[in-house]
């Protein structure tokens, strides 16, 4: 089993920044996908960014709405994964979750046995 804690939202105006962590114990895998979601109040929960991690390569991608304000990153060696959040919109105001799957980004939130329990980013105009 896998367990991930997330920590770092809170409350930040239009512009600001968060960094939001992931810590993850419990069972290792040597590919494996970390992504962040979120989700907002009466919407359905939308992908963020994700990274994955092989013994070759990292490999990421983000959504077109936060690309070029985001940034995801892993701390193999610590087994955390990090979003830096820059420049953010009230639009970004959501829970955010990280997720963790074995092996490679397949698409969708179904694919992820794993998940945190959310931590709620508030940006105010």
């Known amino acids: 089993q896998v367990q991930l804690v997330e920590s770092g939202g809170g409350l930040v105006q239009a512009g600001g920044s968060l960094r939001l962590s992931c810590a993850a114990s419990g069972r290792t895998f040597s590919t494996y996908t970390m992504t962040w979601f979120r989700q907002a109040p009466g919407k359905e929960r939308q992908f963020v960014a994700f990274?994955?991690?092989?013994?070759?390569?990292?490999?990421?991608d983000y959504a077109d709405s936060v690309k070029g304000r985001f940034t995801i990153s892993i701390d193999n060696a610590n087994n955390k994964g990090y979003l830096q959040m820059n420049s953010l919109k009230p639009e970004d105001t959501a829970v955010y979750y990280c997720?963790?799957?074995?092996?490679?980004?397949?698409?969708?939130?179904?694919?992820?046995?794993?998940w945190g329990q959310g931590t709620q980013v508030t940006v105010s105009a």
């Open positions: 997720a963790l799957r074995n092996g490679p980004y397949s698409g969708g939130d179904r694919n992820y046995a794993y």
């Open positions: 990274i994955t991690r092989n013994d070759l390569a990292l490999y990421y």
